[in-house]
C-alpha cells in the first residue's frame, strides 16, 4: 500500500527525519517519518503587544499500515508541495482481498474498524460481490478480474460460454390456483394430460402472501430436460430470477434435480441489489464477453446486447409471472391487453375494443415511470408485496382458470367454435381438439425451447469459430514477436483475451443480418400516447437491424398492423404492392427464430377498396413541381439503395399502372406535366442511403414518401409548410434511432410521436411543429385548420382543372 | 460456547387470549419469539421450563396486556479461536460457507490446507485432495474461528482448517 502525503497540512512541509529503513517492519501507528511546517503565528508578549512571528513546527506522521516498508519515495530535506504525494510504499502481509460480513477472510480482522489514521477504509478494498447466494462475500477488483480470468479459461477449454436463465414464464410457469391439484387428481379432467408433469410445492416460511401452505404449481416448458441436457454441454447456466430464494431453491429442485445443469449457481432477488433490473456485473463484475442471457423480458435487462429473448412461456392462461409484481411494469400491446384477459372479459371486449386501446394508458405509463424511478424505499417494497399478495389471492380465490374452463366447457356444449387466433401472445388461447368432446383450457404445445436452443446453438458455434480463427490468424505472429522480443513465456502470453470474441459484438452482428434493410411502420400495435421509438416491440426489431419510422415512406418495406383495424397508416401502404401488412405475429416469428420468415402467412388481407387510394391522396401522390433544395440534392445523387434498381423499376412500374387507373376514374390533376426527375428529399441530409435519385420514367413514384407529399405543388405554401415540418418529424427520429439506451418511453415525448402508433384518421399534425413554439395545446385547432386549408387547395386545382 | 443464563423479556397479549389458559399463551409466545433467535451476541437455544411471569398489566389504549417474563436459557456465544462442528452449505472458487447453528462462517481460500484443491468441473463443485478427502455441499467439517463480528441479530465468522483436525 502506498502513502500519500495527506490532506489538510499545512503544505510545503520539509521531510526532517526517516524513522525507518527500507525493509525495516512497522506497525499500524509507528513513527514513519517528521516533517516540519512553518507557518504564522500571532504571539501576545508580555506587554499586550501583538506580532507577526514566522515559525517551525516539527510534526510526527504515523503509519497506517502494517508491514514491511517497500520503498521510500522521499529522502531526508525533501520539500513536499502538495497533498497526493507518494511518500512510502508499505507492503502488507495481507491485502484484505476477499471479505466475509466486512472481515478478511485471511486474516480475520474486523474491516469496519476506522480511526485517525484511516485513509481508505478497508471495507472499501473489496466491494464487488460476485457470489450468487450470499450477500456477506465481498471481493475486490483485482480478485474479480482473477476469477473471471480462470472461469473464462475453464470454460475456453471445455469450449463453453455462460448462459443466465431467467425462471418465471422462460422455462417454467408457475401459478397458485389450486384447482390445478384437483384437476391433476381427476383422470377424466380435459387438462389431465397436459397437468401430467406439472409438480406443486409449498414454501415452509410463505410469509409472501400471509396465506398459510400456499401451493405452488410449477409447469416445466415442454422439453425442459432435453433442452437443458443439450444446452448444457455448450454452455455453463446459471439461474437468475426476480423471485425468492426459498421460491428460486424449490423450482430448482423440480427443474434440475441432481444439481447438475446449475449447481449452486442461482441467484435470487434476495442477493439481487435492486429489485427493479437485472445486471450482468452482478454476475460477471468485469468480463461479460463470454455471457449469454435468456429472458422473456428485454427491459429489465436494459436491452442488454448480451440477451437472447425468448417467446413468452404461457402455460396458465392468465397467472402472468407471479414474480412479476417485483419488476417495472411491462409495456403492454393493444393486441395484448385486448385478448389476454380471462374469456368474460375477452367476450366484453369484443364490443369495446375500440375504446379499449385509449383507456388507462397513460396511467400505464405513469405506473410505469413511477415503478422505474422507484428508489429500495421501504414504501415501495411493502407495495409491491402487496401487490404480489393480491396477485396470489385472487388465483386462490376466484381460480381464473376454473372458470375459463367452466366457461369452456358451456361452450363446448353450444357446440361453438372460437377462432383459432393469430395472436402472438395467445399461446393459451383455448386448443380445439376434442377431448372427450370437451375442451381443455391448457395444452401442451408451446414449442419455445427449440427456437431458444437453436439460436444458442447458432452463437455458440459463431462464437466457437470465430475464436478459432483468431486464434490461428494471431497466434503464431505474436508467437514470433515475442520470440524476437527474448520474452520469456509465450504460452502465458497466449491465453490472453485478444482472441476471444466479445458475445456484445457477435450477437448484434448475427441479429442484424436477419432484418437488415427493412424498415418497418407500426399500425395499431403500440398503445397511444407511448413513445414508438422506445416502445418495446420497437426497440426488440430495431435489435435485429430493421429501422423503424412513424410513417409510411418510400422506403417502408413492411406494415405491422392489428388485424382487426384499419388505420390511416395501412391504408396508406395498402396502395403499394411493395409494402406487405403483415400482423405482429411475422415479427415475433422473425424475432424469435431469428430468420426472415416469410410474410406470406402473416399477410393481412385488404380488400380492393383499400388498395386503390382517395382522390385526396392522389392529388399529394403528383409532383408538380419541385423547391429549389431538391434540384441540388438531385445533382449529388450517392445513391445507396437496399433494393435494386430493378425492383424499383417495377415499383415504378406498378405505380405508373397505377396511377394510371385512378387517373382515369378520377380527375386529380394530370401528372403528365409534371415534373418527373424531382428527388424527395428526406430530410436527413446526413444519411445518405436516404436520398435516392429517382429513375425518369418512374413517374411519381413517390407517391409513398410523405416529403414528396408535401411538394404538390410548389406555389402552395401550405404544402411547403407541411414538407419542412415533415422534415423535421423524420430527422427528429433519426436522432432517436440511435439511441436505444432505454426501455422507457421518453417522458418529454414531443407532438408528433404522440398518438403515432395509433393515428386513427389524423395525420401527424405537421403545423405544430411548423411553428418555433409548437405549442401542443391548440393542436386540434391547427389539425382542422390544416384540413380545410388542404381541401381548399384541392377545390381549386380541381377547379383549375 | 454454552452458558445458562438468566434473562428477562416482555410480551404482549391480544386480549382474546385471556382466559384460564393464560398462562400456556405466555409460555408459547416465548419459545416462539425467542429460541433458535440471536441477539448479536449470542443465540438462545434453549428456554428452561421454570419461568416467572410477573403480573399483567393493561396498556391504557389498546387493551392488550403487558408480562414481564423472567426465563432461565442455554445460550450459545461463539469465541475467536473457538473450535467448531458445521456443515458446509455452498462452495465456491474463493472457499466455502459453513453453518454452524445460528453462525454463518465462511473458509477463505488461504484457510485451507494446501493439499485441498478447487475443483469447478465437479458436480456440484468440490475442494478435494482427490482421495478421500472431499469438501461439497452437505459435508460435516470441523473449524476453527479465526475472525468474529456481530451485526445487529446477525453473526459473520471467519473459519481456518488450517490449525485444526481434517473434516
New interface residues.
Partial sequence: MKIRSPPGVQYPITVEELAKKRDDAVQRSDLLLTYSYEATVTEIDKYGETSEVKKRWSVRFNSSADGVIAKWFVQKGAVIARAGIDIVEIEEPCTHE?Q???????????M?ESDYLTEQRNVDRARINM?H??V??L?SQK?AAM?EE??KR?LLD?KKLSLIVDLDQTVIHTTCERTIAEWQSDPDNPNYEALKDVKGFQLADDNVAHVAANWYYVKMRPGLKDFFDRISTMYEMHVYTMATRAYAQEVAKIIDP???YF??RILSRDENYTDKLKSLQRLFPTKTDMVVIIDDRADIWHYSDNLVRVPVFNFFPGAGDINASFLPKQQELVTATAKVASPERAAANDKARDEEPTNGILTEIEQQLLSMKGDDAPEVLEQQQKEQEKVIITQQTERPLLQQQLWLDKEDEAAEETEESIEPKDGEIPSHEHHKHRHAVLHNDDRGLDVIEENLRRVHQAFYAEYIQKRKTTLPQAGRVLELKGEKSPKKRSMGGEHVPDIKDLMPRMKHEVLGGTNIVFSGIIPLGMDVQFSDFALWIKSFGATVSLNVTKQTTHVIANPDRKTTKVKRAARFPNIKIVNAEWMLQCCTQWKHVDETPYIIEMDAADRSGSPFEDLEDDDVGVTGDEEGDESESPVQVEISDEKWQSIGDELQDFLDESDDNGDSPSDSDSVRSDTSTHSDSKRNKRKRKRLTGTASADGSDEDSDASVDSGSKLQKRKKRAMERVTSLNNVVTGDKSSGLPSPETTGPEEGQGEDEGTVPDPTSLSREDGSEDDEDEDDDGLAAEMLAELKKSESEE | MFFLKEMEKTIQLHPSYFGPLIRSHIHRELLTKEEGSSTGKFTIVCILDSFEISDGQVIPGTGSAEYTVHYKAIVWRPYKGEVMDGVVTSVIRAGFFVDCGSLQAFVGRNMIPSDIKFDPAATPPQWTDNAEQVIEKGTNIRIKIKGLRSEVDKMYAIGTMKEVCRP
Avoid at chain 1, 100 to 110: A, E, P, Q, T
Fill in positions: 476477499i466475509f460480513g466486512s472481515m478478511c477472510v485471511n486474516c480475520g480482522k474486523d469496519t457470489t447466494n450470499n456477506a462475500l471481493v480478485e476469477a480462470d472461469s475453464r471445455a441432481q444439481r447438475r449447481g449452486d
